[in-house]
T-cell receptor, first 112, second 115 residues
């Protein structure tokens, strides 16, 4: 049973539109992360969270917002989507004790 | 600032042989943690193995082991007796003890194991 799920799995959006990517985890982990994966760049951290109500900027936060309304849910919001945000987005969860991250299946986003 | 570099873009090896994937890192922190993850063709990313900077002994899990060379800031992943299903992209990552819980990833090495 998948512990980190993402929705939608695929998304086509128009330039200037709003996009919300959702992530849910049943690991009861405090920490959650959003990454994007692009060829030649590996996984780059966009935003992360230490718990409900907290969000922190990662390495490439521009153009993205994050929301952590509960322990289980962490959303990534693109208020004004641009073609440069076409990518595969991964959510992950982790706790301070184990220190490893558990990834969701990814969301493929295409911005036209 | 922390940085992780994987210079090998892709590697091809024969099945049942041993392969080493390289990773070098930069950090100012005296305490840090190093990780390797595997991304399969389906896109799934899973944790494989880790090395804590204060441990001298190289970590080993199944047919994965690490070659930790602290003076060279290097953490190589060794896969022995490779199998076709080891074909994947492998990411190296680092977390600094004083920089929160996030990990910074390298760009990945694509491994192809051929029969």
């Amino acid at each position: 049973e998948a512990a980190v799920t993402q929705s939608p799995r695929n998304k086509v959006a128009v330039t200037g539109g709003k996009v919300t990517l959702s992530c849910n985890q049943t690991n009861n982990h405090n920490n959650m992360y959003w990454y994007r994966q692009d060829t030649g760049h590996g996984l780059r951290l966009i935003h992360y969270s230490y718990g409900a109500g907290s969000t922190e900027k990662g390495d490439i936060p521009d153009g993205y917002k994050a929301s952590r309304p509960s322990q289980e849910n962490f959303s990534l919001i693109l208020e004004l989507a641009t073609p440069s945000q076409t990518s595969v987005y991964f959510c992950a969860s982790g706790d301070n004790r184990q220190d490893t991250q558990y990834f969701g299946p990814g969301t493929r986003l295409l911005v036209l | 600032a922390q940085k992780v570099t994987q210079t090998q873009t892709s590697i091809s090896v024969m099945e049942k042989t041993t392969v080493t994937m390289d990773c070098v890192y930069e950090t100012q922190d005296s305490s840090y943690f190093l990780f390797w993850y595997k991304q399969t063709a389906s896109g799934e990313i899973v944790f494989l193995i880790r090395q804590d900077s204060y441990k001298k002994e190289n970590a080993t899990v199944g047919h994965y082991s690490l070659n930790f060379q602290k003076p060279k800031s290097s953490i190589g992943l060794i896969i022995t007796a490779t199998q076709i299903e080891d074909s994947a992209v492998y990411f190296c990552a680092m977390r600094e003890a004083n920089s929160g819980t996030y990990q910074r990833f390298g760009t990945g090495t694509k491994l192809q194991v051929v029969p």
